[in-house]
């Protein structure tokens, strides 16, 4: 079992910044693909970013490209999303995932690919 545990969200104006962390506990998250989700009120999870094992390989979902960056450091259990220039659609409950042997290249946006999940973190911006 990986317990996952995101910080970091909170109220940003538009054009802002924000680092959110996923720290993991149970099992460390080397050998687990790493991934962010997101929320809005009456809309479905959409997949954000995801890092591989060794950080050879990110994806980010076409909205964020540029603006957000996923990074991970392993000896600390952790995964982050930095995300800057933030615009009012990016508000949402934003959702640390952690993915075993189901993941896949094909697949590594979808919700169903992921083993664990976080609480989740509420992220605003205003315009």
């Known amino acids: 079992q990986v317990q996952l545990v995101e910080s970091g969200g909170g109220l940003v104006q538009a054009g802002g910044s924000l680092r959110l962390s996923c720290a993991a506990s149970?099992?460390?998250?080397?050998?687990?693909?790493m991934g962010w989700f997101r929320q809005a009120p009456g809309k479905e999870r959409e997949f954000v970013a995801a890092?591989?094992?060794?950080?050879?390989?990110?994806y980010y979902s076409d909205s964020v490209k540029g603006r957000f960056t996923i990074s991970r450091d392993n000896s600390k259990n952790t995964v982050y999303l930095q995300m800057n220039s933030l615009k009012p659609e990016d508000t949402a409950v934003y959702y640390c995932?952690?993915?075993?042997?189901?993941?896949?290249?094909?697949?590594?946006?979808?919700?169903?690919?992921?083993?664990?999940w976080g609480q989740g973190t509420q992220v605003t911006v205003s315009s």
């Open positions: 149970g099992r460390t998250i080397s050998s687990y693909v």
């Open positions: 995932a952690a993915a075993g042997s189901r993941w896949s290249t094909a697949s590594y946006w979808s919700t169903a690919s992921y083993d664990y």
């Open positions: 890092i591989r094992w060794s950080s050879s390989g990110r």
